[in-house]
């Protein structure tokens, strides 16, 4: 099945600064990688995906790269801010058939003002 | 829009007690997601229901786990009898169809405690 690794499990920036949460993925049939971001108390939200027929999606601050070849996914946070500070999982699915999900093991981002 | 609700937020038993956790889906919402979240670690799906049909319950410990999902709404959870790894966040989440990619709601979760 599938295993979605996730690194670094912390990441500590100063505001404006840029991050970065790197995935790597085993199955190559995956297809479909989400981000998810979870805040203390809450249960996760999507914050932006992309789908394996593209290899760059942006979305304000926030971008996600994709390397099908390596297999390897990246989220990337500009000009980051103290809400910023939560948990953030990257996944991976197959788009066909039902939707399952296998999450990575997380990543604590705190941003310092 | 009312999101996914779930009740309880908090639950302390010992081992070897029984717990359910309740899940109210995104009304319209045809597909519901049981997951388990340990500390420190991604959610893991456990259940997946598609209307009150589950389509995948390969990781769910089935000597102790059931869940149930009656008129496609509202799903159930149980544990019984409870062991001291079964401690974790127990996520619902729902998305409105199944089979092709649609965004999943997740609610608070459930933190289950046992001692």
């Known amino acids: 099945g599938e295993n979605v690794e996730q690194h670094p499990s912390t990441l500590s920036v100063q505001e404006g600064d840029s991050a970065v949460i790197k995935c790597t993925y085993s199955?190559?049939?995956?297809?479909?990688f989400p981000w998810y971001k979870q805040e203390l108390g809450k249960g996760p939200q999507l914050i932006i995906d992309?789908?394996?027929?593209?290899g760059e999606k942006k979305d304000q601050r926030i971008a996600v790269t994709l390397n099908k070849t390596a297999k390897h996914f990246s989220l990337h946070i500009t000009e980051t801010q103290p809400e910023d500070s939560a948990v953030y999982f990257c996944?991976?699915?197959?788009?066909?058939?039902?939707?399952?999900?296998?999450f990575g093991t997380g990543t604590r981002l705190l941003v310092s003002p | 829009e009312a999101g996914v609700a779930q009740s309880p937020r908090y639950k302390i038993i010992e081992k070897r007690q029984s717990v359910a956790f309740w899940c109210n889906p995104i009304?319209?919402?045809?597909?519901l997601y049981w997951y388990q979240q340990i500390l420190g670690q991604g959610p893991k799906l456990l259940i997946q229901?598609?209307?009150?049909?589950?389509?995948?319950d390969s990781q769910l410990p089935k000597d102790r786990f059931s869940a149930e999902r009656l008129k496609g709404v509202d799903s159930t959870l149980k544990i019984q009898p409870a062991k001291l790894e079964d401690s974790a966040v127990y996520l619902c989440?729902?998305?409105?169809?199944?089979?092709?990619?649609?965004?999943?709601?997740f609610g608070p979760g459930t933190r289950l405690t046992v001692t």
């Open positions: 229901f598609q209307n009150n049909g589950v389509v995948d």
């Open positions: 199955d190559s049939a995956s297809n479909y």
């Open positions: 989440a729902s998305s409105s169809l199944g089979g092709q990619i649609n965004e999943q709601y």
């Open positions: 009304s319209g919402h045809a597909t």
């Open positions: 996944a991976a699915s197959r788009i066909s058939g039902f939707q399952k999900l296998v």
């Open positions: 992309i789908r394996s027929n593209v």
